[in-house]
T-cell receptor, first 114, second 113 residues
Framework: DAGVIQSPRHEVTEMGQEVTLRCKPI?????LFWYRQTMMRGLELLIY????????DSGMPEDRFSAKMPNASFSTLKIQPSEPRDSAVYFC????????????FGPGTRLLVL | SQKIEQNSEALNIQEGKTATLTCNYT??????LQWYRQDPGRGPVFLLL???NEKEKRKERLKVTFDTTLKQSLFHITASQPADSATYLC????????????WGLGTSLAVNP
């Protein structure tokens, strides 16, 4: 299995531009998580899905952030408009439905907003 | 509010020694506690999970303890190797239907040859 796949790996954009991050979870995993990681705040859960349905989006910073999961093999995280404070590494993770299951992380997207 | 604390300062040890990392939590009653390893430029990788009713869990050179009275977990790497150098993260899981993990900031470990 290729593991969780994220694209792009790096993104540099200017303030005000739209940014779309993509994720392909591991086949058979029913849960998908979007995280943001910074030095100051560590890993923060933004939103997670179960069977393509958003379950908890309480970590989404504000209306500029949105996430979708149109099918079991694809999810997007969109920031519009982007701001410099959005600069961080964004991780996607997936897991099996067992409540004890661990999360498998993708390589992350390093986002820099100028 | 819920809070998780890990050793904020980097840990430097000599190869062959035992590394011990600490994870303390407050205002929380986790059902499970997980430890992950993160290398620079990569996502976290799962290492061990320990349940609230377990005192200790082992996997090869790794050992995790969980003390719900002290609200603390200790993560040990015995016979440490330079390849063990990484950041180690602990995460609390309340179990049940909520899949949200609460993460510590991590502790950086450097094993010197």
């Amino acid at each position: 299995d290729a593991g969780v796949i994220q694209s792009p790996r790096h993104e540099v954009t200017e303030m005000g531009q739209e940014v779309t991050l993509r994720c392909k979870p591991i086949s058979g995993h029913d849960y998908l998580f979007w995280y943001r990681q910074t030095m100051m705040r560590g890993l923060e859960l933004l939103i997670y899905f179960n069977n393509n349905v958003p379950i908890d989006d309480s970590g989404m910073p504000e209306d500029r952030f949105s996430a979708k999961m149109p099918n079991a093999s694809f999810s997007t995280l969109k920031i519009q408009p982007s701001e410099p404070r959005d600069s961080a590494v964004y991780f996607c993770a997936s897991s099996f439905p067992d409540s004890q299951e661990t999360q498998y992380f993708g390589p992350g997207t390093r986002l820099l907003v100028l | 509010s819920q809070k998780i604390e890990q050793n904020s300062e980097a840990l430097n040890i000599q190869e062959g020694k035992t590394a011990t990392l600490t994870c303390n939590y407050t205002n929380y009653s986790p059902a499970y506690l997980q430890w992950y390893r993160q290398d620079p430029g990569r996502g976290p990788v799962f290492l061990l999970l320990i349940r609230e009713n377990e005192k200790e869990k082992r996997k090869e050179r790794l050992k995790v303890t969980f003390d719900t009275t002290l609200k603390q977990s200790l993560f040990h790497i015995t016979a440490s190797q330079p390849a063990d150098s990484a950041t180690y993260l602990c995460a609390l899981d309340r179990g049940g239907n909520n899949r949200k993990l609460i993460w510590g900031l991590g502790t950086s470990l450097a094993v010197n040859p």
